[in-house]
């Protein structure tokens, strides 16, 4: 049997992992300190048993249990917590744990535990380890027939025909991330919440498309509109996720010969859809760019430098920042600049080579053209002006 240990503390994973290795060293016990570990485990290990801890950081406890529980329903969970309050033990029960303890944790109540559902998956082992096996081996069986086919790649002699005749119509949907990192977690997150809504409005399934986009088909039930699985499918990804992404989705189909170009204009319109990101995670990084861009407006401002500084990348965060502020990243750098050169000018001591080394620009001709795209005349004419006593525009 294996269980699995999720604690954010590490003196309580190892403390645990003693005590059911000593008494138990015919199971494996494996560790992770936070859910994005624990997914991993969950998907390259057969776990029996999760004990999981309700606080910790970026997800709950409770939560990844809740959005486990679709694909993992043989897995037995115990909540565990340091505090005894009873709306948490009432969540935890309604998501279908099996035990709550409360720390510190006795060694004989977490033996007594394990013992009792240790015999309970020993004799569910024996009904359903077949049904179960054949079960799995269909699914990843039809979603690598379905990814290759979906993508226009060769699949052989198969016949997808008898595969789609419980879809004589269909909605593809299709969510794509933004990350620079190896994204276990959201991948996860994804093919959970969309499975779950899928099963709840109608019927279909989820394939991987690749390690940042996953693809569902759904039949709808009658009556059902797409945009309700839709809306709610945004709101579980936004409260859920913490990189950007995108949903696409297909009008109603209705031959299945359709599904490879549909799938390719879906990828194709990708490159052209803004992501969506969390509301205030998105302001943030934004606000926090306008006042780095305020402050070092005379240095190097490059879309990559700034977008660094906030940890997005580049695409994504100037499609965020234009988002936010109506205005492209370049177009407020150069307006930040020329308004700043307005009030350099009016100082009569400085040169216009001084006035635009001071403002991030090297090379006078172009500060100078910059300058006049802007506000219609040129640094000198409008210094001129200013010497004159004639005003063209409040500045």
Same mark, same amino acid.
């Given at each position: 049997?294996?269980?699995?240990? %999720?604690?954010?503390?590490?003196?309580?994973?190892?403390?645990?992992?003693?005590?059911?290795?000593?008494?138990?060293?015919?199971?494996?016990?494996?560790?992770?300190?936070?859910?994005?570990?624990?997914?991993?485990?969950?998907?390259?290990?057969?776990?029996?048993?999760?004990?999981?801890?309700? &606080?910790?950081?970026g997800m709950s406890g409770l939560e990844m249990m809740n959005l486990t529980a679709a694909s993992y #329903?043989? %897995?037995?969970?115990?909540?565990?917590?340091? $505090?005894?309050?009873?709306?948490?033990?009432?969540?935890?029960?309604?998501?279908?744990?099996?035990?709550?303890?409360?720390?510190?944790?006795?060694?004989?109540?977490?033996?007594?535990?394990?013992?009792?559902?240790?015999?309970?998956?020993?004799?569910?082992?024996?009904?359903?380890?077949?049904?179960?096996? &054949?079960?799995?081996?269909?699914?990843?069986?039809?979603?690598?027939?379905?990814?290759?086919?979906? *993508?226009?790649?060769?699949?052989?002699?198969?016949?997808?025909?008898?595969?789609?005749?419980?879809?004589?119509?269909?909605?593809?949907?299709?969510?794509?991330?933004?990350?620079?990192?190896?994204?276990?977690?959201?991948?996860?997150?994804?093919?959970?919440?969309?499975?779950?809504?899928?099963?709840?409005?109608?019927?279909?399934?989820?394939?991987?498309?690749?390690?940042?986009?996953?693809?569902?088909?759904?039949?709808?039930?009658?009556? %059902?509109? &797409?945009?309700?699985?839709?809306?709610?499918?945004?709101?579980?990804?936004?409260?859920?996720?913490?990189?950007?992404?995108?949903?696409?989705? *297909?009008?109603?189909?209705?031959? *299945?010969?359709?599904?490879?170009?549909? %799938?390719?204009?879906?990828?194709?319109?990708? *490159?052209?859809?803004?992501?969506?990101?969390?509301?205030?995670?998105?302001?943030?990084?934004?606000?926090?760019?306008?006042?780095?861009?305020?402050?070092?407006?005379?240095?190097? &401002?490059?879309?990559?430098?700034?977008?660094?500084?906030?940890?997005?990348? #580049?695409?994504?965060?100037?499609?965020?920042?234009?988002?936010?502020?109506?205005?492209?990243?370049?177009?407020?750098?150069?307006?930040?600049?020329?308004?700043?050169?307005?009030?350099?000018?009016?100082?009569?001591?400085?040169?216009?080579?001084?006035?635009?080394?001071?403002?991030?620009?090297?090379?006078?001709? $172009?500060?100078?053209?910059?300058?006049?795209?802007?506000?219609?005349?040129?640094?000198?004419?409008?210094?001129?002006?200013?010497?004159?006593?004639?005003?063209?525009? #409040?500045?």
């Amino acid at each position: 049997m294996n269980i699995l240990m %999720v604690d954010d503390e590490k003196i309580i994973r190892e403390g645990i992992k003693r005590t059911l290795a000593n008494r138990f060293p015919q199971y494996r016990v494996f560790l992770a300190a936070g859910p994005e570990e624990a997914v991993v485990r969950l998907r390259s290990e057969r776990i029996d048993i999760v004990l999981t801890d309700i &606080l910790m950081p970026g997800m709950s406890g409770l939560e990844m249990m809740n959005l486990t529980a679709a694909s993992y #329903p043989c %897995v037995k969970w115990v909540v565990i917590s340091a $505090h005894s309050e009873f709306s948490y033990a009432q969540e935890a029960v309604r998501l279908g744990a099996k035990d709550y303890l409360l720390k510190p944790i006795g060694k004989e109540v977490l033996i007594e535990m394990i013992e009792k559902l240790g015999a309970e998956i020993a004799r569910e082992k024996e009904l359903t380890e077949e049904a179960e096996l &054949l079960r799995v081996n269909q699914k990843f069986l039809r979603e690598a027939v379905f990814q290759r086919w979906a *993508s226009g790649l060769d699949i052989g002699r198969i016949d997808m025909k008898p595969f789609m005749d419980s879809h004589p119509y269909f909605h593809l949907i299709m969510v794509k991330m933004e990350s620079e990192k190896i994204v276990h977690l959201e991948h996860f997150i994804i093919e959970n919440v969309l499975t779950e809504l899928i099963g709840r409005y109608g019927t279909g399934f989820v394939a991987i498309q690749d390690n940042k986009s996953l693809l569902g088909l759904v039949t709808l039930n009658e009556g %059902v509109a &797409l945009a309700a699985l839709l809306e709610e499918l945004r709101g579980h990804l936004i409260k859920y996720l913490r990189i950007p992404f995108q949903i696409m989705h *297909s009008e109603r189909i209705e031959d *299945s010969n359709a599904i490879p170009a549909e %799938v390719q204009r879906m990828r194709q319109a990708s *490159s052209t859809q803004v992501y969506e990101h969390y509301a205030s995670g998105g302001d943030q990084a934004v606000e926090v760019a306008q006042q780095y861009i305020r402050t070092h407006y005379h240095a190097d &401002l490059s879309l990559e430098k700034v977008s660094s500084i906030v940890y997005l990348n #580049p695409v994504y965060f100037s499609q965020l920042f234009k988002q936010k502020t109506g205005s492209g990243f370049k177009e407020y750098v150069i307006g930040l600049r020329m308004d700043q050169a307005k009030k350099l000018l009016l100082n009569p001591k400085l040169k216009l080579a001084d006035i635009a080394e001071r403002i991030g620009y090297q090379d006078i001709r $172009h500060f100078s053209q910059l300058f006049r795209k802007k506000f219609g005349e040129t640094p000198s004419e409008f210094r001129q002006k200013q010497d004159n006593g004639v005003t063209k525009e #409040p500045i």
